[in-house]
């Protein structure tokens, strides 16, 4: 499969080969770039869970506070988004857990927890995941370096 594309100028084409092309990706996202935020989120959450800190309100509070000094608020929609790629892959079960004593203000709440499938993904993605960050940090530290001496 080839793509062509059309320059500025009419003289200018750039035919690419695309099967010479390598896409990397991670649990079948394209990681472009920079690692994409799902992806890093997806990390924090999948260790989360094996930690115990199963609640899904729980971790986004804690992820919250834990970003906020760096400008990024996830949101309830990338979280549940994560959870429930999860879950449908097999790799999470949502448990279903009382909160409270009270019979007038307990509440029914999911927590989540790794199966032994997710358990086997959590280390390969863990691996994967390093080595995308680290590729990332050199990318952002070249930068800092080349222009802001």
């Not at 799902?38 to 804690?62: C, H, N, P």
């Not at 999470?92 to 009270?102: A, Y």
């Not at 086997?120 to 993605?125: A, C, G, I, K, Q």
Request: with cysteine.
């Amino acid at each position: 499969m080839k793509r062509i594309s059309k320059g500025w100028g009419e003289n200018t084409t750039t035919i690419v080969d695309l099967k010479h092309v390598k896409i990397k990706s991670i649990g079948g996202m394209d990681m472009g770039f920079l690692v994409k935020q799902r992806a890093f989120l997806k990390l924090y959450v999948l260790s989360w869970i094996e930690q115990d800190r199963s609640y899904g309100y729980d971790m986004l509070t804690d992820l919250r506070k834990e970003f906020a000094p760096f400008g990024y608020s996830p949101t309830h929609s990338e979280l549940y988004t994560i959870l429930k790629e999860l879950t449908l892959n097999d790799y999470v079960l949502r448990k279903k857990k009382r909160r409270g004593t009270n019979p007038e203000d307990f509440q029914e709440i999911i927590l989540y927890q790794l199966t032994e499938k997710g358990k086997d993904y959590l280390e390969t993605y863990k691996k994967m995941m390093k080595v995308e960050l680290e590729r990332c940090d050199g990318l952002l530290r070249k930068a800092l370096g080349d222009h802001y001496k």
